[in-house]
Each structure stands twice: as structure tokens, then as C-alpha cells.
């Protein structure tokens, strides 16, 4: 059975269509409501968004349904996902609700569901979910004086704080470290900065006065533009730059030259590795994973296990094989030593702490491998079935034979939004260029 209302991570949509209005947001609440509540105990929900609008409405939305099953919730206001994904544990909650689009512009937004124990819900979950969504709910309904209560919790930022400081060395400070942190104008806003700040660094902030709008808008990790002009004009060491939720990180090194997900991710397993704490010598990766990053490891005596692209992907093989770091290119790194989740601020306190450890520049720390030339061909597409067109097939089918000799190319629809992605790699920029054009050309 095909799922309606959730994708490859939550659900996501145009605020107020149909997938996101406050009537269906109501009836996800209820069918939530209905799903976890199990045993004799007061059941509790934890509930975070980032700074879109909409956030507003989807919130209250989800909680009157989830209020008229008797539970009860706990609204955080604006909080990274990790920090929902971290306090459902934390708290003893039945469920966890992140309202955020992640990277989308502010006009998108979506919920991340979590459950008692702070992990994604499986695809069985969900669909069970929607089928309770397209029931007789009202039959579910409890009495009056069984209805839920609503809670704001003012200190969740602050726990999440506490929670990061445990993340690093208590040995290790950042005095004499200068940063500039972009928030996205996301749900960092609050968290980020002071976490920085509490542990000595001189913190320069931008991306950090969201208006409801502005979330993502020339800004955060998809846009690195202002990140690196600002670390150069501040003579800064580092710059941090998140995403809307908190959950992906991208880094400037000190000349403004930005390192993704793929660079991070090496550093951080092999320090692992030099600590002795890598386990089984494997790190996850998809198969977006620039291959010039599994030739190094493979040099450390690193094997890198490749899945499908995203987070949840990446986490369910990191539990199936004991493998206790993973991510993507996109700064969607996964340390379970620490979090269940991915989560920018932990991954940026273990690189902070690598680089103060190692007393070298940024450049210089974060060279782990050169890249094979690799170019990311965003199209856009009227259906999620163009990889079924036949001529379409035929056409990468072609290309495949003709990057098969000296690299590849992944295609696969996006999970959350109407394009079609197209990764091309090749040893060669001369190669990869051709190629890349030939692509655009296809679809222009």
C-alpha cells in the first residue's frame, strides 16, 4: 500500500494544502492519539517546530487532535529536531512531534515523528498511521473529563544546552576561538549561539532573527554565500552554518572555502579511528558518497558501507552492523555514541574539539581526501513517475555506458519535494561537464 501523507522523512508539503491544512493535521493528531496511547499510564507528547509561520497553526492543529485522546502535551516552542528527538527520551514520552521543513523556504513545512525512544517511525508505522486517519476516529473520542492538557515548557532550550555540554571534553574550552554562526534563521536560533558562547568562543551571529519568513533565505547550510564572506571580513576561525531544523551542519574554513558533509564525515571517523573507538572499523555512508572519500578510507583501513540516501537509511544500517557514525554530503552526520539523530551541534563541538586538540587552521584539518569531481542536477518534474517514462530510462541509460569507464551517475526522485536529482561523478572536470550538460540539455 502506498503511503498519502508521509515520505522518506515525515511529512512535507505546501503549508495549507491539502496534506497540510488543519483539518488533516486534527485527524493526525487523533490517529496519533489512538496509535500510541497503550497502558494505564498518563500519557505524555513533546512537541518542537522551527520558525516557519505555519509553524503556528500546524501546531495547534495537531495538538487539539492529540488533547482529544486524552493526551498530554508539552509544546517547546522553537527547538532544533535533535532536541525534540533527545527530550521524548528524556522525558518519558510516548511520542515526539518536530514541526519543520527542514531546508525547504518557509512556504513548506512538515512534522518528523519520533517515538518513545527518540527514533523515526518505521514505514509499517506510518501507513498504519494513515489508516487510522481514514477511520471513524470520532468513535475513539474519550470522555470530557479524560481530555489532555496543554503545557508550554519554557526551559527545553535550556535542557538541550546542558545535554550538548556533555557532548564535549569537559578538559577542552573554546576560549580563543572565534566562530560565526549562521542559524538559517531556524530553530537554532536560541540554542546554538549560547552553547558557543557558554563554552568560551567569541560568537559572531548571523541568520539569527527569523521573522516567520525568512527561514533558509539566503542563509544556513543550503546557502553558504554570507557564511563566507563573513568569516573572512571577521578574520574568524570557523564558520558553523546549520539548516531550518538544526540537523544538518556545513563548515567555512578560515579563507571563506566551504567543507560539506563528506569531509566532515572523514574527519570525525578517523579521529575516531586514531582514538581507538571506530567500531568495526566501517562508517556509513549512501550512494551519494564521493568515492574519493571511500579510497582514503580504505588507505585506513576504513571499510565505507554504502545505503540509500537518507538519514533513516543511513541509521538502520548503522544499528544493523554496530556502526556508531554515518551521514551524508548534505552535513547529515549521525554519532550514536552521542545522539540518536543527526544533529548539527554535536558534530560541531567534535570537529571544534578535533581542531583544538590538533592546533592547526581549518584548511588545514579538514583536507581529509580530494574529492573525485562530482556536479548535483537539481529538475524540476510535473510527477514522481518520470523515472518510469521510457524514453527517459533509455536516455540514462546511455549515459551510463558512457561514465562507466571512468565514473557514475545516480539518479532518484527527492523525498520531499518534485525533483528529480541527478548526481554525476567522473575523474575528470572536462568528463563531468560533458555529461552534466548533456543531462540539462535533456530536460531544458
Not at 497540510?20 to 493535521?25: M, R
Request: negative net charge; aromatic residues 6%; charged residues 30%.
Amino acid at each position: 500500500m502506498k503511503k498519502k501523507y508521509f515520505g522518506t522523512d515525515g511529512i512535507r508539503a505546501r503549508s495549507n494544502s491539502e496534506k497540510l491544512n488543519g483539518l488533516t493535521l486534527m485527524k493526525l493528531g487523533m490517529a496519533l492519539g489512538q496509535y500510541f496511547k497503550t497502558g494505564d499510564h498518563r500519557h505524555r507528547v513533546v512537541i518542537g517546530k522551527d520558525t516557519r509561520l505555519s509553524g503556528y497553526m500546524i501546531e495547534q492543529a495537531v495538538t487539539s487532535g492529540l488533547l482529544s485522546m486524552g493526551m498530554d502535551v508539552f509544546l517547546f516552542g522553537p527547538i532544533p529536531t535533535p532536541a525534540v528527538a533527545m527530550l521524548t527520551k528524556s522525558m518519558r514520552a510516548d511520542l515526539g512531534i518536530m514541526i519543520t521543513a527542514s531546508h525547504n523556504k518557509f512556504e513548506d513545512n512538515g512534522l518528523k515523528i519520533f517515538d518513545k525512544d527518540g527514533n523515526k517511525l518505521s514505514d509499517e508505522t506510518e501507513l498504519k498511521i494513515e489508516e487510522l486517519m481514514n477511520s471513524n476516529l470520532e468513535k475513539s473520542l474519550i470522555n470530557s473529563e479524560s481530555i489532555g492538557r496543554a503545557k508550554r515548557l519554557e526551559d527545553a532550550n535550556a535542557r538541550y544546552v546542558e545535554f550538548l555540554k556533555n557532548t564535549f571534553p569537559k578538559s577542552q574550552r573554546l576560549d580563543g576561538l572565534k566562530i560565526v554562526m549562521d542559524c538559517a534563521n531556524g530553530a537554532s536560533y536560541i540554542s546554538a549561539p549560547l552553547i558557543l558562547w557558554e563554552l568560551g568562543a567569541e560568537v559572531i551571529e548571523i541568520g539569527n532573527s527569523p521573522d516567520g519568513f525568512n527561514i533558509n533565505e539566503n542563509c544556513g547550510s543550503t546557502d553558504t554565500r554570507l557564511l563566507s564572506e563573513r568569516v573572512i571580513e571577521e578574520k574568524a576561525d570557523i564558520g558553523i552554518a546549520l539548516d531550518g531544523d538544526g540537523d544538518r551542519i556545513i563548515i567555512s574554513d578560515e579563507n571563506g572555502h566551504i567543507v560539506d558533509g563528506d569531509q566532515i564525515l572523514g574527519l570525525l571517523s578517523l579521529d575516531l579511528k586514531n582514538r581507538g573507538q571506530l567500531l568495526q572499523n566501517k562508517v556509513v555512508g549512501t550512494s551519494m558518497t564521493n568515492k574519493g572519500l571511500e579510497k582514503k578510507f580504505n588507505d585506513h583501513g576504513i571499510e565505507l558501507v554504502r545505503t540509500d540516501v537518507g538519514d533513516r537509511y543511513v541509521k538502520e544500517r548503522m544499528i544493523q552492523e554496530n556502526i556508531n557514525i554515518g551521514g551524508e554530503q548534505s552535513g547529515h552526520i549521525i554519532m550514536r555514541d552521542f545522539t540518536n539523530t543527526g544533529d548539527g551541534m554535536v558534530v560541531a563541538l567534535q570537529i571544534l574539539s578535533v581542531l583544538k586538540s590538533n592546533k592547526k587552521n581549518v584548511s588545514d584539518l579538514m583536507k581529509f581526501f580530494e574529492p573525485i569531481p562530482q556536479k548535483l542536477i537539481n529538475v524540476k518534474v510535473d510527477s514522481r513517475d518520470i523515472l518510469e517514462n521510457e524514453k527517459t530510462n533509455n536516455f540514462f541509460s546511455q549515459i551510463e555506458e558512457k561514465v562507466a569507464d571512468q565514473g557514475r551517475i545516480i539518479v532518484r526522485m527527492s523525498g520531499t519535494e518534485l525533483l528529480l536529482r541527478v548526481m554525476v561523478e567522473c575523474e575528470t572536470e572536462k568528463r563531468l561537464n560533458e555529461i552534466s550538460d548533456q543531462v540539462e540539455k535533456y530536460f531544458s
